[in-house]
């Protein structure tokens, strides 16, 4: 009995190394996972979709700020040093970029750049096949069915506009936006008849010129840019009796948004809820001034009948004085 609990504990003694060294590179492996840097959580987000848990993720700027607002901090440069892949979109706001590649020191970072783009239905899928396919060429991933899923969920959310579209009859609907939104609005079917550059940049003679648009094209719906402002468009919607629409330029701004699709619903259904508030409203507006020239006229006929008793008592009177 005392040789077999010797045997059994020699055993053990010799097996815990092993247990030790399996447990060691297990922890190495779940340690090795490649660090992915994106700038922005455009592109962030597709490559988040893409590889799961299988990489760290960091995207750099936070999607309710405008890139060209971006803060950098040490623990980015330190992410960056030991990134695999850097993704970008390649846009003016990223000036802070190649100062921050120059200080992370990473010679073996592979950087791509993933432009154009990205939030229209036909730009959203562009983005998930460019991101896809570096991730595969790079990481060697077979990522084609992952593709097909997200390229079908990019449809899904284009039928949905278009059938939308088509109900609001959206391309008689007039809107005024941010310049950097036109082209989803113009996807969405909308006709957009005048944008604005951030408004700081904008003179008096500019904000003059988009109320004489909006008023002469009589205006359903002014967009401000949540990344931008949110308060601008605003001030000329209500001069003009139009309605406020803040969109998204980034996934993850707004609950519910953390995909490229999930950000274009949102999009649409703000334009196409605003759409249908304006319509409610002009209606109601109609409504009140036909009520109001009703009265009018009321008012009118009883001043006239008033003043034909008048008349006429005033003839009563003179052929009976006679």
Request: proline share 4%; glycine share 6%; with cysteine.
């Amino acid at each position: 009995m005392k040789n077999k609990k010797r045997l059994t504990l020699s055993v053990a003694l010799l097996l815990l190394p092993l247990m030790l060294l399996s447990v060691t590179v297990t922890e190495a492996q779940a340690a090795d996972k490649p660090i992915i840097v994106c700038t922005t959580s455009a592109v962030g987000s597709v490559v988040e979709e893409f590889v799961g848990d299988t990489a760290d993720v960091l995207v750099l700027v936070r999607p309710g700020l405008c890139p060209a607002d971006f803060d950098m901090k040490p623990g980015y440069i330190d992410a960056v040093s030991k990134a695999q892949i850097l993704f970008k979109q390649n846009i003016t706001g990223e000036f802070w970029l190649a100062g921050l590649l120059e200080a992370s020191g990473n010679s073996d970072l592979t950087v791509v750049a993933i432009p154009g783009v990205y939030n229209t239905p036909a730009g959203a899928k562009s983005y998930i096949r460019g991101v896809g396919g570096n991730l595969s060429e790079i990481l060697g991933l077979d990522l084609d069915a992952k593709t097909a899923e997200m390229l079908s969920d990019v449809d899904e959310v284009s039928s949905l506009m278009t059938n939308q579209a088509a109900t609001v009859d959206a391309s008689n609907v007039k809107v005024i936006c941010m310049g950097w939104l036109k082209t989803f609005i113009e996807s969405a079917g909308f006709t957009v008849v005048a944008t604005f550059n951030p408004p700081e940049t904008l003179s008096a003679g500019d904000i003059t010129s988009l109320l004489e648009t909006a008023q002469s094209e009589g205006v359903a719906l002014v967009v401000d840019n949540l990344q931008i402002d949110t308060e601008f468009g605003a001030g000329i919607a209500s001069q003009v009796g139009a309605e406020h629409v803040v969109l998204t330029n980034f996934p993850g701004a707004v609950p519910n948004t953390e995909t490229l699709p999930e950000m274009l619903q949102y999009n649409a259904e703000q334009l196409f809820n605003g759409t249908v508030t304006w319509k409610a409203t002009s209606t109601l507006k109609a409504e009140k001034v036909d009520l109001q020239n009703q009265v009018a006229i009321f008012q009118i006929a009883a001043a006239l009948a008033a003043i034909a008793a008048v008349a006429e008592a005033v003839l009563l009177y003179a052929k009976r004085k006679k």
